[in-house]
């Protein structure tokens, strides 16, 4: 493996240059260390930043059972809505974890939160000095944490608290005293005590005076680049700010698979274009047999779309003879009912149906579910569409008609 430059980045960058930094050789130890503007940062293959402090945010937030990967920006962005200070489109937001909620109705999951724009100028800055990132890291995610305690690190971005792997927040130094205390007996209220809190501290940074009940004692000294060296945190530089070059140096030796699989590809749009062709004729085949039983059956009646217009002769026929048409309430809700499959039943929290349309309102949890419903129900000759009005969450359905 090639050597490592890993920055420290605070949110004072670049506007006061200087930083720590840490050289790793090809077994990941250290070869050099310290603190510099960029004109004295060592050369190195691979660049990577450690986010400090408060520039990243580690929030936990409810998502629906099942929901699906393509689904999440959308459900995060919702679930966030309430819980940022700016705009959820202007943040990046990077799920972490996903697990099961206590109650077993659905999932938590742990997001990453940061500011796009910051992450632009962190991105074109490095670029303009000659080291351009290949991944960055929140130090809230990168510095020590285990389920047996509450860990306290104390380095050059200030105070980060992990009360377990999966959490992590930035403290002001200055207010830990007061601070720790309070979330303490808030954690201890809530069921969960830290059974011990270790203060981990960077080299040179001095022991802050804790109070004495909360029983702090001193693990190890503090490596702010070690969590980011050996451990496995997420990347925040995805979708966007993905690196252009990552993977370029396998470009040739995908060259010859890519070209088999592009002929490949030719070979298989032809295919599917003779196949297309030859099931068109079928279909026009189908409406021109369809045209002439309708014109068989109904001489005197105009041809406009003989399916349909069959459709509406069947359903008059079966008001006469008092049996349920295919756009009643019933039969409507028989196809949601199918569409949207066992979750149909906890999901419906109200309808209502007027001249031959049926509105059914849907709990929000279920939205990932109705969306995926809605290309069934064309496929079935509805009309479907799915509105949000306020918290109310609408499907609507209607047969297709002449009209």
């Known amino acids: 493996m090639s050597q490592r430059l890993i920055l420290a980045l605070d949110e004072h960058w670049p506007q006061q240059p200087a ?42 937030v409810p998502l629906p059972r099942g929901a699906q990967r393509r689904d999440l920006p959308r459900l995060l962005s919702y679930a966030l809505e309430d819980r940022l200070l700016k705009d959820p489109d202007s943040q990046a937001l990077l799920l972490t974890h996903r697990g099961p909620a206590p109650d077993g109705e659905q999932d938590l999951g742990g997001v990453l939160v940061v500011a796009k724009e910051r992450l632009r100028q962190l991105v074109a800055q490095l670029q303009a000095v000659g080291h351009p990132p290949h991944r960055m890291y929140a130090e809230i995610q990168t510095s020590p944490a285990d389920d047996e305690a509450w860990h306290l690190s104390l380095g050059p971005g200030g105070g980060v608290l992990r009360p377990h792997p999966d959490a992590g927040q930035a403290l002001d ?6 601070l720790l205390p309070v979330l303490v007996a808030r954690a201890g209220a809530a069921g969960q005590p830290p059974a011990a809190l270790v ?3 960077a080299p040179g940074t001095p022991r802050p005076e804790l109070p004495p009940e909360l029983g702090a004692r ?11 060296a050996h451990g496995r945190p997420t990347n925040l530089l995805q979708g966007e700010f993905a690196p252009r070059e990552a993977g370029g140096g396998w470009l040739g030796r995908l060259l010859a698979p890519a070209l088999l699989g592009a002929g490949a590809l030719g070979l298989w749009l032809l295919a599917t274009l003779g196949q297309t062709l030859w099931l068109g004729h079928q279909v026009s085949d189908a409406q021109a047999r369809m045209a002439r039983v309708y014109q068989t059956s109904f001489p005197n009646a105009p041809l406009v779309a003989p399916a349909a217009q069959m459709r509406q002769q069947l359903n008059q026929e079966r008001s ?17 009912a199918e569409a949207l499959g066992t979750d149909a039943m906890d999901a419906l929290a109200g309808l209502q149906y007027e001249e031959g349309r049926l509105d059914l309102i849907l709990n929000p ?30 499907l609507l359905l209607r047969r297709e008609s002449l009209q």
Do not use: F, I, K, M
């Open 218 to 228: 001193l693990g190890q000294p503090y490596e702010w680049w070690s969590g980011a």
């Open 19 to 60: 930083c720590p930094w840490v050289l790793l050789g090809p077994d990941d130890q250290p070869v050099s260390r310290g603190e510099s503007d960029p004109r004295h940062w060592p050369q190195a293959e691979r660049c990577e930043v450690v986010l400090l402090g408060a520039q990243a945010l580690w929030l936990e």
């Open 199 to 201: 203060l981990h501290l």
């Open 173 to 178: 130094a200055g207010l830990l005293p007061d």
């Open 320 to 336: 006469r003879r008092g049996l349920l048409r295919d756009d009643d309430a019933l039969a409507l809700l028989a196809q949601a």
């Open 365 to 394: 949890t279920s939205e990932a579910r109705a969306r995926a419903a809605l290309g069934l129900l064309a496929s079935r000759g509805l009309l479907a569409d799915l509105r949000q009005d306020g918290p109310a969450l609408h």
